[in-house]
């Protein structure tokens, strides 16, 4: 059974999502949750298998990726206080493409497929719970794969920077290599052309 302070973290989460959910509430979704720990490296989720759980990340940090030809495909990064799953195969019930790993010692809080069921079913605030929890999930999804698109390396690499800088800090630089679609040696350019002092205007009178 999870003890309070495994769980104070999911519970500051949903009443930020949803400050009118009760201590009701709150104390059926506690007990339809289970915790799980994983070492430094090890697979949360492989290719193949059917992802069981949504699960809220309390300590540590996760990588998604794909294996296409042989070789690692990196789409996403998520750490602590953030929700993490291959959300198509959790709502199928078919066997994920992708795989999960543990970059750091990580500690998950976990509803299953079927404890979410019953919860949707016996919490009214569920529902709405769960649906912006999902919205989530499919943003930073979109997002990634609309920058991936349509922003050039340099802008990307930036965004890392402004927005995750907690990435530079936690994950090894071939993983965001990889993220970003490029070589090791590509990034140390890009990083380069980052750490260029800028020119200083010269005015003439």
């Known amino acids: 059974m999870p003890t309070p302070a495994q769980l104070q973290p999911l519970?500051?989460?949903?009443?930020?999502?949803?400050p009118t959910m009760t201590d009701e509430s709150w104390n059926?979704?506690?007990?339809?949750?289970?915790?799980?720990?994983?070492?430094?490296?090890?697979?949360?989720?492989?290719?193949?298998m059917v992802c069981n759980h949504v699960s809220?990340?309390?300590?540590?940090?996760?990588?998604?990726?794909?294996?296409?030809?042989g070789k690692e495909k990196i789409t996403s990064f998520c750490n602590e206080l953030n929700y993490i799953s291959d959300y198509r195969s959790?709502?199928?019930?078919?066997?994920?493409?992708?795989?999960?790993?543990?970059?750091?010692a990580t500690e998950l809080v976990d509803t299953s497929y079927e404890g979410l069921q019953l919860l949707y079913d016996k919490v009214p605030e569920a529902n709405k719970l769960g649906r912006l929890i999902a919205e989530r999930l499919f943003i930073e999804m979109s997002d990634g794969a609309d920058t991936e698109k349509n922003e050039t390396i340099d802008v990307r690499y930036r965004k890392i920077m402004d927005e995750h800088p907690w990435l530079m800090q936690r994950v090894p630089q071939y993983m965001i290599a990889s993220y970003l679609g490029i070589t090791?040696?590509?990034?140390?350019r890009v990083k380069a052309r980052m750490n260029k002092p800028k020119k200083q205007a010269v005015a003439f009178i």
């Open 11 to 18: 519970r500051d989460y949903y009443k930020q999502l949803l």
């Open 184 to 188: 090791p040696e590509a990034l140390s």
């Open 90 to 104: 959790f709502l199928t019930r078919e066997p994920s493409r992708i795989y999960l790993q543990a970059l750091e």
């Open 56 to 69: 809220f990340i309390n300590y540590g940090s996760v990588r998604m990726y794909f294996v296409i030809d």
């Open 28 to 48: 059926l979704c506690e007990q339809l949750v289970t915790i799980r720990t994983f070492k430094k490296g090890e697979m949360i989720l492989r290719e193949g």
